[in-house]
């Protein structure tokens, strides 16, 4: 057998697509295309359904999902114990992060590192959206729910809060906001209501049914942008707002909430020494910032 074919195999059926399984593989979409089709022959079984809407695995491929994760978990687990016997770590690794915290915490701890790992690659992708770390998606990821199934472990990392923002030339030039009865008179700026991807970040509700806002997108540096150019108030981290002075809190004692980081890795990564290493850099380096953060904005 060849761990490689089997490789392939196991990005197709979890992207069920070959551009995608190309990306993660760092190869063309072709040379995916043509190793999943002699995988097929050597097995003499049809493991995908091709059609435009993409590769969706056969009952045969289904079967061999479990065996090629069974050889993709001792490979890792290979690596594992020959990587941990060597001091200079190096290889990628994916973090999954949201936009604000990949912004403003991540970013400084990455380069930290990459100045004391200098063989490691460290790709951030910052979506707004969650990540599937049993689909290989990023290696860790950093998120606003603790995860409730999988194969996967988790910590909290730290508590965050966040606050109602706008600039004082939007205050000053609307109605004096006194209750949250009044913002109904402002701009609102939030999440698109049924694309928020984490109910923890389902703000609005909880002001009251009445709160309605006027601007939205998926993108917190889309609020964020908007905010600053007087076009109403926003919620927003306290740790992205406190970089802003034209920012101002509205309502600060009534308008308050607290939400927390998690840290999440599979199983079968924990284990890497690279993955170990950035692991422990990501969630100490949060602790310290969003300690420092949440002093500055007491």
């Known amino acids: 057998m060849n761990w490689d074919d089997y490789r392939f195999f196991l990005s197709v059926a979890r ?27 050597a097995l003499n079984i049809v493991l995908f359904d091709r059609s435009p809407q993409g590769y969706r695995l056969t009952d045969a ?7 090629a994760e069974a050889m993709e978990t001792s490979a890792i687990h290979a690596q594992a114990e020959i990587g941990g016997q060597d001091q200079m ?32 690659e460290l790709q951030i992708v910052a979506l707004p959206r969650t990540f599937s770390l049993s689909k290989r998606e990023a290696d860790i990821a950093i998120a606003v729910s603790a995860p409730t199934s999988g194969r996967l472990k988790y910590r909290k990392i730290a508590d965050y809060t966040l606050h109602l923002y706008g600039t004082q030339d939007y205050l000053d030039s609307h109605p004096r906001v006194e209750k949250i009865a009044d913002l109904r008179k402002l701009r609102g700026i939030a999440y698109v209501p049924d694309l928020i991807y984490d109910k923890e970040l389902d703000y609005i509700p909880l002001l009251g049914p009445d709160i309605k806002p ?14 600053l150019r007087h076009g109403g108030l926003c919620i927003l981290h306290d740790f992205m707002a406190r970089q802003y002075p034209q920012l101002v809190k509205v309502l600060p004692k009534q308008i308050s909430f607290t939400r927390s980081f998690y840290f999440i890795v599979h199983e079968d990564y924990a284990r890497l020494e690279r993955i170990r290493r950035v692991s422990d850099a990501i969630v100490e380096g949060m602790r310290k910032k969003l300690a420092v953060d949440s002093q500055a904005t007491a």
């Open 15 to 41: 992207t069920g697509r070959l551009s995608q399984a190309g990306q993660q593989l760092g190869v063309d979409h072709a040379t995916v295309g043509r190793r999943i089709k002699a995988l097929e022959t």
């Open 61 to 67: 491929g289904q079967r061999l999902v479990d065996i």
């Open 89 to 120: 770590i190096s290889g990628v690794v994916r973090i999954g992060a949201p936009e604000g915290v990949a912004s403003y915490i991540l970013t400084d701890i990455a380069l930290e590192l990459c100045r004391s790992h200098p063989k490691v």
């Open 214 to 227: 006027h601007l939205t997108s998926t993108s917190v540096h889309v609020q964020l942008e908007a905010t």
